[in-house]
């Protein structure tokens, strides 16, 4: 009986533990993650450097305070160039955060070369997306729906996909992808790039990546999936939403080598938990 006293008392301990660690010491963590892509071998030496942000989340479980601390370190990086994939306020209608402070903190981003964003679901779910283009054009942003930004001294082309999914905040299941006829935005999109340009494509949706036909995508950054938020055995599999089972998080690459960055982003929906996917940025060199 002493045995199994013990027994339950480690195990309640360890939970206890790690509820703890979950709730508020991996949530205050910030990873960054460096990339690099392009031409190592070009004798330019030239490179451009993006910083990649997503899921912040604002709300209940991210606030204000969070988010400066957050564009600090966007700021200490010094690109060249940030993009943010979408999901910026978690629920608009229960969000209290001043809409103006958002913005200003976005506009103390310096990045010479511009800053563009997608929308995400949650911009869609709540019909957002013109408050949300408010927010991000007075914070120096501009968002990009199915539309391009070519650079060409850099020689880079940007493409922003909009979200790919329809939101009924009624429905049950609350997230609903597009069907497969409605894709059609991302054969769109695909029609934006330019040969014989770095291709870069946002997307809130890392999986639509395999809805591209052209294939002259070099690079794609996209968010949603938070990296499961709570990882662990069984239990991951519930916290990977649709458009992200496939490229939950990190560096991967399509069957003919398009790179795809899926960054876990910084806040939290629907529980105030991450365990062992803790908040990160990507901090991308492009070699030119």
Do not use: W
């Not at 301990?13 to 190592?40: C, D, F, H, Q, W």
């Not at 869609?124 to 060409?152: H, M, Q, S, W």
């Not at 002259?216 to 499961?228: F, P, R």
Request: aromatic fraction near 8%; glycine fraction near 6%; charge should be positive.
């Amino acid at each position: 009986m002493k045995t199994a006293a013990k027994c339950l008392a480690l195990l309640g301990t360890t939970v206890a533990a790690t509820a703890v660690y979950a709730r508020y010491i991996e949530p205050n963590m910030l990873r960054k993650r460096k990339i690099s892509v392009g031409n190592s071998s070009t004798d330019t030496n030239k490179t451009i450097k993006f910083v990649h942000f997503t899921d912040v989340h604002l709300g209940k479980y991210y606030n204000l305070h969070k988010f400066n601390r957050l564009i600090s370190e966007i700021k200490k990086q010094n690109p060249d160039i940030v993009v943010f994939t979408g999901d910026l306020i978690d629920n608009p209608e229960k969000c209290s955060i001043d809409r103006n402070k958002i913005s200003r903190a976005l506009k103390r981003i310096k990045a010479p070369l511009g800053k563009y964003a997608v929308t995400g679901n949650h911009e869609i779910r709540y019909n957002f997306v013109k408050e949300y283009e408010r927010i991000l054009k007075k914070g120096g942003f501009t968002l990009l729906r199915d539309e391009n930004v070519y650079l060409p001294q850099e020689n880079i082309n940007i493409v922003g996909c909009d979200s790919s999914t329809r939101e009924n905040i009624k429905n049950e299941k609350r997230l609903i992808p597009l069907s497969r006829e409605d894709f059609s935005h991302i054969q769109n999109c695909d029609k934006l790039m330019s040969i014989g340009a770095f291709n870069i494509l946002l997307t809130h949706h890392p999986d639509v990546v395999d809805e591209l036909t052209h294939r002259c995508c070099d690079l794609v950054l996209a968010g949603h999936s938070h990296g499961g938020q709570i990882r662990c055995p069984v239990i991951e599999k519930l916290y990977i939403p649709t458009l992200a089972k496939k490229y939950t998080r990190g560096i991967n690459k399509t069957y003919d080598g398009c790179l795809i960055h899926t960054c876990e982003g910084v806040g939290m929906t629907r529980f105030p938990f991450r365990f062992l996917s803790p908040p990160a940025i990507g901090v991308v060199d492009i070699k030119l």
